[in-house]
């Protein structure tokens, strides 16, 4: 069965850290570029973090630049997205996802993260609440 399960959300106080897991089966990553994505009430799905399984070519959004971290463990299948310093704007249901990889063509990692659309497989979310 094809699935991706996310692990590690939960409640971190304001300049505090959690690290999300996202962790594949039936497929392996080195194939596709993974992304990590939030989506807060009443604001669109955002590219947070992206890696591309083949090359580790990464992508990090602005607003997490220096305090975000996106990695990834061939052996476990897994990807990993390291959070420091959290503030409360970062409170959301942070989802991974992935979308394959094309065979001979470069993929640009800086523009598919800004769009979930492209994914085609995502997990279930796992939220994260950093009080203000």
């Known amino acids: 069965q094809v699935q991706l399960v996310e692990s590690g959300g939960g409640l971190a106080q304001p300049g505090g850290s959690l690290r999300l897991s996202c962790t594949a089966s039936g497929f392996t990553l080195n194939y596709y570029a993974i992304g990590w994505f939030r989506q807060a009430p009443g604001k669109e799905r955002e590219g947070v973090s992206c890696?591309?399984?083949?090359?580790?070519?990464?992508y990090v959004a602005d607003s997490v630049k220096g305090r975000f971290i996106i990695s990834k463990d061939n052996a476990k299948n897994t990807v990993y997205l390291q959070m420091n310093s959290l503030e409360p704007e970062d409170t959301a249901v942070y989802y991974c996802a992935v979308d394959h990889l094309p065979g001979i063509f470069d993929y640009d990692i800086n523009y598919y993260c800004k769009r979930p659309a492209e994914y085609d497989i995502w997990g279930q979310g796992t939220q994260v609440t950093v009080p203000s």
């Open positions: 890696i591309n399984g083949r090359d580790g070519a990464s």
